[in-house]
């Protein structure tokens, strides 16, 4: 199976059970659960292979799952939305929705016995949770403005979805790609500011314009162009994790958008077939690239593939600085608008999501899409409509002109929901954003994403502040505290932030930010700003 694990007794505990049973297996037999009650489950079947259908076990909420949908591309629609709202609105307090940082929803306080009734509910309004935990290929990111911006290179939604069908068999589970060795991240970048954060996925597909040639050959019965021709430029192994974080590297490629399918099928199948499934600190993809090299790892791709593939265009198309989407944005169908809400920290209740799901249906064409900074876009909506929409009571908490610190706030779960955390993340968050906004003004967005330990989920390398969560000392005592990283780039010459300052704890924060503010990013104190206007 693999080069660098081949035998059994080297295989990792999580290899051993995938070997035992499949996790796609868990699909039939959701009625059992269901009728058994959580308790009563088989452990692993419980806290690992029900992933593979989206239920995650909340050590932290026994018996309160969380699911994990699949978004391709982000896209959904008021009806889904509706779905979704009813779900989380059976719990009642115990009953949430987070927008996470892969442009997807997760639903809080799931009971395992409303399964089998969540998932018809989902089926029937073409919702699927499929393989999106465990060593699957996560949702896969696109343009969140795809087919609505005027200046984008490549409407990314089609393709987004046929490698989402690729992989999941049309949501129904897809053995293929179930047993990967460890987690996979894809994104397709649309438009010229990489709102996917191409740089951080395993694979991911860069827009790049190549110089027509006669050496090559663009399918049979297609004419030889003179002009530049648009694909994409492939780079691959970028990720975080707790042992190590790094940017995507060129793989050296370039294709044709009809080739984007076929080409993540070749990828797989090399991770599949060779990734390590020994050491699961050492099974990303990355790790299997140092192993071979670059080179080698494109040959393989090219096997794979049944053909060569074309040495990447000189350079990629990411010249913009990245957009976050919050405002009224032209979309470049005459008379019609996008208008993206900051959601803080992406946390939405049952009423938030009907009021949501309304407000798609009432103003734009019953779209709504969600982002990689955890709001929402809600597209289609006619000038004739929008200044009745800019009156909607909802705007008020999920404004489209919020703070320059909110607007650009990302939070993973956090201690609230998460049994790996070391603090807690989204309400603290969104507390100290609450005070610096009182104490400072700004002249521009900074972008300060927390994660609650270092897997890393809210991305705090690519932050301007990244804030991790780590346990520190302070008078004898042991306290919540976070790592600060900075310099993470996002859009045109993105690149990863590094680790500045270690070990602040959480309670003496505020001051620590306030300074860093003022001194990197221009903020001014208030009181300051009062002092040079008057
Ligand atoms: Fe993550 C594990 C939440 C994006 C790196 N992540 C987890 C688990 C499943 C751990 C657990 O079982 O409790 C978290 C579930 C907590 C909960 O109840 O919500 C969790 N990850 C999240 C989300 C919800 C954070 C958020 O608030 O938005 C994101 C869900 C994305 C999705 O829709 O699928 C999320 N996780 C990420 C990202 C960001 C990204 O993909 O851009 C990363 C870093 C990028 C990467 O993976 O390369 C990330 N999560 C991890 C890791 C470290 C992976 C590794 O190779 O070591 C883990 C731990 C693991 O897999 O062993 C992890
Ligand atoms: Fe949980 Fe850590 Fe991921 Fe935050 S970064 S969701 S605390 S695993």
């Given at each position: 199976m693999?080069?660098?694990a081949?035998t059994t ?6 290899e051993?059970?995938k ?13 059992k659960?269901?009728?058994l009650?959580?308790?009563a ?6 806290d690992?292979r ?5 239920v995650?076990f ?9 699911m994990?949908l699949?978004m391709p591309?982000?896209?959904l629609t008021?009806?889904?939305?509706s779905?979704?709202a009813?779900?989380?609105q059976r ?9 996470t ?5 997760q639903l ?9 009734d ?9 919702l ?10 996560r949702n ?6 795809a ?6 290179l ?12 690729m992989?999941?068999n049309?949501g129904?589970?897809?053995p293929e790609?179930s ?8 994104a397709?970048?649309?438009?010229r500011?990489?709102?996917?954060h191409?740089?951080i996925?395993?694979l991911?597909?860069?827009p790049?314009f ?15 162009s003179?002009?530049?021709?648009f694909g994409?430029?492939?780079?691959v192994?970028?990720?975080f994790s707790?042992?190590?974080c ?16 076929a080409?993540c099928?070749?990828v797989?199948?090399v ?7 020994a050491?699961?600190?050492k099974?990303?993809l990355m790790?299997?690239?140092?192993e071979?090299?670059?080179e ?17 265009a000189a ?10 989407h ?6 470049k ?9 900051n959601?803080?920290?992406?946390r ?5 999501m ?5 407000l ?6 019953g779209e709504?899409?969600v982002?990689?900074?955890q709001?929402?876009?809600?597209p ?12 909607e009571?909802l705007?008020?908490?999920?404004s ?5 610190l909110?607007?650009?706030l990302v ?17 603290r968050?969104l507390a100290?954003i609450?005070a610096?906004?009182?104490?400072l ?6 972008r ?14 690519v932050?301007?502040?990244?804030l991790m969560g ?9 306290l ?6 900075m310099?993470?780039?996002?859009g ?11 070990g602040?704890?959480?309670?003496d ?5 306030q300074?860093l503010?003022?001194k990197?990013f221009g903020a ?8 040079i206007?008057s």
């Amino acid at each position: 199976m693999t080069d660098t694990a081949t035998t059994t007794t080297s295989l990792n505990k999580f290899e051993k059970f995938k070997a035992q049973k499949d996790g796609l297996a868990i699909k039939s037999e959701i009625e059992k659960f269901a009728a058994l009650g959580w308790e009563a489950m088989d452990e692993t079947d419980r806290d690992h292979r029900l992933k593979w259908v989206g239920v995650f076990f909340r050590p932290v909420t026994p018996g309160k799952f969380m699911m994990r949908l699949r978004m391709p591309n982000g896209i959904l629609t008021s009806s889904q939305m509706s779905v979704l709202a009813q779900v989380v609105q059976r719990y009642g307090d115990d009953g949430c929705a987070d927008i996470t940082t892969r442009q997807n929803i997760q639903l809080r306080g799931i009971r395992i016995e409303d399964l089998p009734d969540i998932f018809n509910r989902f089926h029937a309004v073409g919702l699927t949770t499929i393989q999106s935990g465990m060593d699957n290929v996560r949702n896969i990111t696109g343009d969140p403005v795809a087919g609505l911006d005027a200046d984008e290179l490549y409407d990314t939604r089609e393709l987004v979805q046929q490698i989402q069908d690729m992989l999941t068999n049309k949501g129904e589970g897809n053995p293929e790609f179930s047993n990967l060795p460890r987690k996979f991240n894809i994104a397709i970048a649309g438009g010229r500011d990489n709102s996917v954060h191409a740089e951080i996925n395993d694979l991911a597909f860069v827009p790049a314009f190549k110089e027509g040639s006669e050496d090559w050959v663009l399918g049979a019965g297609q004419e030889f162009s003179q002009s530049p021709i648009f694909g994409f430029n492939i780079v691959v192994g970028g990720f975080f994790s707790a042992k190590r974080c790094e940017a995507a590297i060129p793989l050296n490629a370039w294709i044709l958008p009809e080739d984007v399918v076929a080409v993540c099928r070749a990828v797989l199948e090399v991770f599949r077939d060779h990734g390590s499934r020994a050491n699961r600190q050492k099974s990303r993809l990355m790790w299997l690239i140092d192993e071979w090299g670059v080179e080698k790892f494109r040959a393989e791709v090219e096997s794979r593939l049944g053909k060569s593939l074309l040495s990447a265009a000189a350079k990629d198309e990411i010249d913009w600085e990245k957009r976050d989407h919050i405002g009224v944005y032209k979309q470049k169908q005459a008379g019609l608008n996008y208008a993206g809400l900051n959601i803080p920290v992406g946390r939405l209740y049952a009423e938030d999501m009907f009021e949501i799901a309304r407000l798609a249906e009432v103003y734009g064409s019953g779209e709504i899409r969600v982002t990689v900074e955890q709001n929402i876009v809600i597209p289609n909506i006619s000038d004739s409509r929008l200044a009745t929409f800019l009156t909607e009571s909802l705007l008020e908490r999920f404004s489209i002109d919020p703070g320059l610190l909110t607007r650009s706030l990302v939070s993973c779960t956090g201690a609230q929901f998460c049994n790996f955390a070391l603090i807690e993340t989204k309400n603290r968050a969104l507390a100290m954003i609450k005070a610096l906004e009182e104490d400072l003004t700004f002249t521009n967005p900074v972008r300060i994403h927390w994660t609650g330990c270092p897997n890393s989920c809210g991305q705090p390398q690519v932050a301007d502040i990244g804030l991790m969560g780590t346990k520190t000392r302070k008078n004898g005592k042991t306290l919540e505290g976070v790592d600060i990283y900075m310099g993470g780039k996002v859009g045109k010459d993105a690149h990863l932030g590094t680790c500045v300052t270690k070990g602040i704890p959480c309670e003496d924060l505020q001051p620590v930010l306030q300074d860093l503010l003022i001194k990197n990013f221009g903020a001014k104190l208030k009181q300051e700003a009062l002092v040079i206007n008057s």
